[in-house]
């Protein structure tokens, strides 16, 4: 709307100057020609009666000669002649009504014509047609014309002049009004509409202006645009929808694995319990034992099946590890607990514990305490009983932006290169039979992803083993995760 | 000469041989096969048994006639005393427990020489007659 506003009013100015220009010009032109048409008729009249008061005046005296005018003069109230001696005295009747400097020209016998403002706004036309007496005395005819007409015509004409300008602009402003709307106002609408649609990311409408103008083209363009747009989005959602698909897919292999490891585990730990039992039971079935034989086989019987309620209730334990409370904790705190539930165990191995905490500024975590204890106290675990012979068990945290690091070292046997990538699958272990399920480290890498953290290992066979623990760091202000 | 000791190692019980990690299987497996009228020794990985397969028993007087040993054990699996023991002609029968099951582990086991394969858990009974026909079996190809 601003723009056709713009252009019409740019349009009307214009418009009202041409044609303001042109009205000043005929005005003056009209009102040069009225003058000139006055004074020639000014002219004539004082032609005449120059004639007659000459005459008079030679017959019959002064007082006749101007008796003659005034008559004259009521005749004609807008055309006033008069007589006068351009030697006559200031105040004397005969004096000429403007300076006698002015009226040089008569003395050369020449007519004159001039303007003049009397004193109560009104303008005159004043004509002199000079005369030699017998005596010798210079007079004229001054024939004194009122402007008022020629005043009122050229208001008469300025006026419909104005009337003209108003009424151009008024059509014209109506005219650019609903041309405006219909040329400019109603596409430009349509194409900022389609392209705030464009920009919300509904690139579902063509843009539709029609015409070969400049908007025409720019609705093109923005057409072109759109279905570029379009199609890029297509094909981005395409490769989302295959990068899904495959991730499915892998996701649906990993489970299988992870289902197929899972399997191969349980088969091991519980099988070979199973073996006894049922091995034990056809014992005590076939009738042939002591009675201290057969007590002894129950005994075995009961302590397998205790064996095998131990392992699932930790594979109960893994599959459905509870909702984490997660909560802003000192991990140095819980190194710290760690180091005090271990000492006793760690004595009885001859290992020692060492703690290595920065204490200024506090690394914080957001972690589910008890979780993170679990997870520290395994790996603690797995340190001292792979330390046969005793060791030391270095305990450490530090600041690895963006992650908090717990670091927990051991120098006993190591892992084998190929152990190392199945340490973190269920059910995987190289401890003896009894003294593992191989759950530990993988409700440890559970615990810690789904904390968003990482856990990793090095490991040199014979010199001992490092996991590290990598915890996102506390941020103030982060919402709550239930 | 050859023939008197031929004969005496005929008259005494089987020797076998069980190498596993788990106490409770060893023990169960020692008993049973004991009871059954075989002599047995016992061991709870896989180098001990190559070992005791390598330097006798309790003297070299006592020959290992059949050995029963688990797959994954500690210091040697059992396909690894398997693989040692490949190129010798002399070896026992081998049987092996495998709680994997899978046809893949069975296969390489048998390539690698294991007489028969047993999945865990087994039936005692079943292993003691495995272990009676291995025995035959290995006294019909000595005659």
Known sequence: ?482 | MIDSLTEKADQRPPCVLIAEDDQALRELLAFALYRAGFSVASCNNGLRLLEMLENGIDDRSTAVDIVITDLRMPAMTGLEVLQALFDRPERPPVICMTAFGDAKTHQTAIRYGATHTIDKPFDIDEMIELVRAVCKHKKITKE
């Open chain 1, 1 to 482: 709307m601003r723009l056709t506003i713009r252009i019409t009013a740019a349009v009307m100015l214009g418009i009202v100057l041409i044609f303001s220009l042109y009205s000043y010009l005929s005005i003056q032109r009209e009102r040069e020609q009225l003058k000139k048409n006055l004074s020639r008729e000014a002219r004539n009249l004082g032609e005449a009666l120059l004639f007659i008061v000459e005459d008079l005046l030679v017959v019959r005296g002064e007082d006749a000669a101007m008796a003659f005018l005034a008559r004259r003069n009521q005749l004609n109230p807008a055309l006033q002649a008069r007589w006068v001696w351009l030697d006559a005295p200031t105040g004397s009747r005969f004096h000429p009504l403007v300076e006698i400097s002015e009226l040089d020209a008569l003395a050369r016998r020449k007519p004159l014509s001039l303007m003049v403002s009397s004193q109560n706004g009104h303008d005159f036309l004043l004509t002199y047609l000079p005369t030699l007496s017998k005596d010798g005395r210079l007079g004229a005819i001054e024939v004194r014309e009122s402007m008022d007409e020629l005043h009122g015509y050229v208001q008469e004409s300025m006026r419909r002049s104005a009337m003209v300008v108003g009424a151009a602009v008024v059509s014209g402003l109506m005219l650019m009004a609903v041309l405006g709307s219909l040329w400019i106002n109603r596409p430009v609408r349509h194409l900022r509409e389609q392209a705030e649609r464009i920009g919300t990311g509904d690139f579902s409408a063509r843009v539709q202006v029609g015409g070969r103008d400049e908007l025409g083209k720019l609705a093109h363009t923005i057409e072109q645009m759109r279905s570029q747009l379009a199609l890029a989005r297509e094909a981005e959602e395409q490769a989302t929808r295959e990068k899904i698909e495959t991730l499915e897919t892998l996701r649906h292999t990993e489970r299988l694995a992870t289902l197929g490891r899972l399997s191969a585990g349980m088969a091991h730990e519980l099988g070979t319990p199973l073996n006894v039992i049922s091995g034990r039971a056809k014992l005590i079935a076939s009738n042939e034992l002591s009675p201290a034989e057969a007590a002894h086989s129950a005994q075995i019987i009961g302590e397998q099946a205790e064996r095998m309620t131990r392992i699932m209730r930790q594979l109960l334990d893994y599959a459905r590890r509870g909702e984490s409370r997660k909560q802003r904790v000192n991990p140095c705190e819980l190194l710290k607990k760690v180091v005090e539930l271990l000492a006793s165990v760690a004595q009885k191995q001859r290992v020692e514990i060492t703690l290595e905490c920065p204490e200024d500024p506090t690394p914080y975590v957001r972690a589910d305490p008890a979780q993170l204890q679990q997870v520290l106290l395994n790996l603690a675990l797995n340190g001292i009983q792979a330390m046969e012979q005793g060791g030391e068990l270095s305990l450490g945290l530090r600041i690895a932006e963006p992650w908090v690091q717990l670091q927990v070292r051991d120098q006993g046997r190591g892992i084998s290169a190929e152990d190392l990538p199945h340490i973190f699958d269920p059910f995987f272990t190289t401890k003896e039979v009894g003294r593992g399920t191989g759950l530990g480290l993988s409700i440890a890498h559970g615990i810690i992803s789904e904390h968003k953290g990482q856990i990793e290992v090095q490991s040199t066979p014979g010199q001992g083993s490092c996991f590290l623990v990598n915890l996102p760091a506390f941020e103030v202000g982060a919402a709550d995760e239930v």
